[in-house]
């Protein structure tokens, strides 16, 4: 057993010469922590009994350095076996258990089921529709903030919405300004220490002032952007990263940037604007590195053009922007604020396990030109 767990037993016919019965066992110890390791996993298989460490394995370790089939990995997936290991383990033979059957576990990694969120700029536009899809995906609660005291109407019809799903998922409202960081941090761990938990973070809260020559660009105006756009950015992702700290667990935190962070628009005097969005792919970077030992992740996720509030004060004043935007990307239109709902179920869940540090562009190819 000590030799399979090790990864060292010589394959036969293509396959490990464990027994099938020893390895469905050991499959079934799998532990209930979401990044479970390697070297957790060998423990718990040795003593039956699952363990929950979210650290990492040294790979210089004999463990990490034994051949054969499993032998190079660290990890193991919470939904194991999984893939093409659970394709081999069929193989071996039909398991007594029926939890080992042969089911698609795709959809499964991207469940968030009992997980807890927090969104800032959740009161509308894209960070109310990535709360929304963060509630279908499984969470229990997912904390909306910003800045006015009541929500708006359309916040209350999505937790209205949310309430008649019927998967014991809420959406909750917290009004606070992404750019009071003590604050912030003192709202965000009242949601953890009532939940029991703080699981993803949304950092969506943004601006985008009208046109402003950089020659001439006023101080003040700057520095409220920057200071919403970025600063209330590491605020929101400091406040939910303390509390996975605190609760020992793992987490993913978004960071909503935007192709203005790594294009200028065309056209747009918006010096501001894309010089904070570029701060805060920097930012996803240096946070993602500090955090990766913790089973932290964080990323960045850049939209292209979407019609919400904010693109509508250019959108609805200036009607030929409209095709002029929609024809700057090789699909020929706008993004749709539900087009986002793929990739944040995706970056928030197991799905994504192994990403950090990226920042994904979602931009209908507006890059690609
Ligand atoms: N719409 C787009 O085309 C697009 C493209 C790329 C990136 N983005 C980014 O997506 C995010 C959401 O944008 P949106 O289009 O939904 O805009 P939006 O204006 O509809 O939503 C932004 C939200 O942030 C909130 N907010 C602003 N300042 C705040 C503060 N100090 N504290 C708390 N909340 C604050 C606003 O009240 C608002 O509810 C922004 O970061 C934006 O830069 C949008």
Redesign the pocket.
Known sequence: MLSYLAGVSKPVNGLSAISTNLRHAAFRLQANSRCTTWRSFQRSAIIGVPTTSGSTVNPNSSHAAAKGPIGKVQTISPLAPIGVQAALLHAEGPSADPALSPRPKIFEEFSLNGRVGVV????????LEMALALCEAGCKAVYC????ELPSAEWEATSAFVKALGNSSRLEYVS????DQQNLWGKVEQMADKEGRMDVCIA?????KAHQDCLNYPAEEFREVMD??TN?VLYTAQAAGRQMVKFKQPGSIIL?????GSITNRDHAWVS?NTS?SAVLQMGRSMACELGPLGIRVNTL??????????AAYLDKQPHLLEKWSNMNPMGR??R?DELRGVIAWLASDASSFCTGSDILVSGGHHSW
């Open positions: 800032s700029g959740g009161n509308r536009g894209l960070g903030v910003d800045l006015p606070a300004d992404v750019t969506a809260a943004g601006v985008l919403i756009n209330g909503i940037a935007s192709m203005s604007y969005k850049s939209p292209g053009h979407i019609y919400t509030k904010m693109t706008l993004g604020s």
